[in-house]
């Protein structure tokens, strides 16, 4: 059985930095998607970033492009999320998710992931 469990979540000022991590277990071995969305109270979640397994595509929301960067070790079955210069804007909660997918637009559609995390709080105080 899939599990994703994320970390890294918490409070940090507007300018300041996150990581956040997403531990994988029960993972066999497909061609697949790990992605990060984001839902803030009273909106849809949203896309925020995506990487295929090989490493070799990612993918990254417009708002949040050359400020996160995402990454992987398919190894440790781990994903990472690096947010930088955070702004209001960016507190929600995170998920980690993955997909079978692994081509756009599909993987930027949270309905075809197949396996959610229980979310992690960001909250950016300005």
């Known amino acids: 059985q899939v599990q994703l469990v994320e970390s890294g979540g918490g409070l940090v000022q507007a300018g300041g930095s996150l990581r956040l991590s997403c531990a994988a277990s029960g993972l066999t071995f497909s061609p697949d998607t790990m992605g990060w969305f984001r839902q803030a109270p009273g909106k849809e979640r949203e896309f925020v970033a995506a990487?295929?397994?090989?490493?070799?595509?990612?993918y990254y929301a417009d708002s949040v492009k050359a400020r996160f960067a995402i990454s992987r070790d398919n190894a440790g079955n781990t994903v990472n999320l690096q947010m930088n210069v955070l702004k209001p804007e960016d507190a929600a909660v995170y998920y980690c998710?993955?997909?079978?997918?692994?081509?756009?637009?599909?993987?930027?559609?949270?309905?075809?992931?197949?396996?959610w995390g229980q979310g992690t709080q960001v909250t950016v105080s300005s």
């Open positions: 998710a993955r997909s079978f997918y692994t081509s756009n637009p599909e993987i930027k559609r949270p309905d075809k992931y197949a396996f």
């Open positions: 990487i295929t397994s090989s490493g070799g595509r990612i």
